[in-house]
Nanobody
């Protein structure tokens, strides 16, 4: 079972920035499609951004132009650079692998504890 550890969250004011990190063992991050997800209080978990093993990225509309997903294969670490943060971005952020099944992608591993991001107005 893959182990993913998220970090980098915190409390910042609207308009500020944070960089989240997702660390994994071995070559998990480098060889897999990866994604960042978030879950706000009382809401379902939602996909924020994804990156393929080839480096192609995709973003949810609500973060497009503000967030950047990236990967450092040497460190086996996934990043999410978050700029121009809004109070609506407040949530627990998670990373996970993505697997292809029946024509679509799904989270491929066990969800970790995530990292809390809180944006004040």
């Amino acid at each position: 079972q893959v182990q993913l550890v998220e970090s980098g969250g915190g409390l910042v004011q609207a308009g500020g920035s944070l960089r989240l990190s997702c660390a994994a063992s071995g070559t998990i991050i480098s060889i897999n499609h990866m994604g960042w997800y978030r879950q706000a209080p009382g809401k379902q978990r939602e996909r924020v951004a994804t990156i393929t093993s080839d480096g192609n990225t995709n973003y949810a509309d609500f973060v497009k132009g503000r967030f950047t997903i990236a990967r450092d294969n040497a460190k086996n670490t996934l990043y999410l650079q978050m700029n121009s943060l809004k109070p609506e971005d407040t949530a627990v952020y998670y990373c996970n692998t993505r697997i292809y099944l029946r024509g679509t992608y799904y989270p491929g591993g066990t969800w970790g504890q995530g990292t809390q991001v809180t944006i004040s107005s």
